[in-house]
């Protein structure tokens, strides 16, 4: 209960009640975002620390744990250094440990930010019982090494599974059918042994099963490719871009309560750019054809008579049963554009939202039915990428989540780079829903080539790196971290394994069994563009 002689101000923080998964009572650490005096009562929003900030809320005075009132910190004023204002007196102590900082972050690599995850302890178990005196090996080349952290940003506790995990479901233990494992690092002392270059031959070997082939990884031809595999920085212009400053109480509060998109309901997760006048509502409304906000349900009735939309502008590219796709260019449907990212940005809180959409095409997958096409879900892309990106930003709405549409929104992503003849890699940062989606797809994937593999006059199948990465579509650097996070490679008897364990074949099997979506490649009509002559797009 809160204690009325003591005001709770901005910046506090106490132990907040609220209920778990298991609708269990817990009293995690909250620090208060804002205060709003209503009659009567006061509220007060919450942000929990160290879980995803789609969890906050505004909460009553009864949650709160008065007895562990933490005031926020006064910053203690200091004399000026050098004669500037607010800068501390230097010392060798601290200007020592200034330059020891300096200098990593100038030799570490880029990590795209990515959303905190609740906290949870996992046991290190080993997998199953593989081939013995096979040695793991920690990584493959060197410039995976580099490559891995934008792939996989640095998740708190985050987690995968081989089995299939919808992409909205939270982040658990790193499990393979049910127990945990780790990668293992390399020992101390020990010289790791790495790849001489990414076409690496690899071989694959599972538990000497009849059922399992195994494939061998002689070393092949170096690779021709140009890239060094070092990531370059997130766009910052465009659409929806990496978001980088999280100052601003405004922004980190939600302001939209609730959003009425055709037959659905949406709670909202982050904040949204909206006009502010809206912002106050009980309900926002919008067309689920043009996507354009009204203040009310009698303005959206008299915008559904004169709207002629049944469908995203743009042109229909694919269609199976009730899924269609469609591309939208951001320069000649611009107010669509806007208004998909304003929409999109109440779900993406690793994004700060831009007006400029005319760099980048819009994939809008959309269900079927006698009154028209739905909005499921979209990714964006740009025209004319340096840096090999096949997706910027990649919603599925939450009504159609855990229903296998964030894997066929990845999969069309890739066949649509299969068709243009390149390799792409999503955009990172990567939100925690997105990395568990892109390792789930990545993973069945990749695990579905080398299952497939037939053994060659009786020896075991060979594969390189980049024949995995042209058959997929999926960049080499995806491939090879993929395969180092399932901790597949290992080194035996002097050349380089796949390992595959029962229980990494079984589980890709029930997984596979659960994947009942999947894009046609025959139902695709798509012809890739030459944006590079096209001028100013």
Known sequence: MADSSVEIIEGCRLPVLRKNQENEDEWPLAEILSVKELPGRKLYYVHYIDFNKRLDEWVTPDRLDMKKLQFPKKEAKTPPKNGLPGSRPGSPERDRKSLDLSVQSASAPSRGKTLPTPKR????????????????????????????????????????SITPREEHQPLAALTTNGSTRRLIPPQPGRKRKTCGGTDEMVKVFQNNSPRCSSIYLPPGEDSQDSSDGIPSAPRMTG???????????????????????????????YFSPYPQELTGLPILYLCEYCLKYLKSLKCLQRHLTKCNLRHPPGNEIYRKGTISFFEIDGRKNKAYSQNLCLLAKCFLDHKTLYYDTDPFLFYVMTEYDSKGFHIVGYFSKEKESTEDYNVACILTLPPYQRRGYGKLLIEFSYELSKVEGKTGTPEKPLSDLGLLSYRSYWTQTI???????????????????????????????????????LNLINYYKGQYILTLSED????????????????????????PKDWSKRGKW
């Not at 390189?464 to 080499?476: D, F, G, L, Q």
């Open 504 to 527: 990494i074949v079984e589980g890709h099997e029930r997984a596979m069994q659960k994947r009942h979506l999947r894009i046609d490649p025959k139902c695709l009509h798509f012809t």
């Open 447 to 485: 695990l579905e080539i080398l299952m497939n593999l037939k053994p060659d006059n009786g020896e075991r199948p060979q594969i390189t790196i980049n024949e995995i990465s042209e058959i997929t579509s999926v960049k080499k650097e995806d491939v090879i971290s993929t395969l180092q996070y």
């Open 121 to 160: 302890k996992a046991e290190s178990v080993s997998l199953a019982s593989q081939v013995s005196a096979v040695t793991p090996v920690s990584s493959l080349p060197s410039s995976a090494d580099e490559s891995q952290a934008s792939v996989f940003p640095a998740l708190r506790d985050s987690s995968f």
């Open 239 to 269: 659409s929806l871009v990496s978001d980088r400053s999280h100052d601003d109480i405004v922004t980190r509060m939600k302001n939209i309560d609730c959003i009425e998109l055709g037959r659905h309901r949406l709670k909202p997760w």
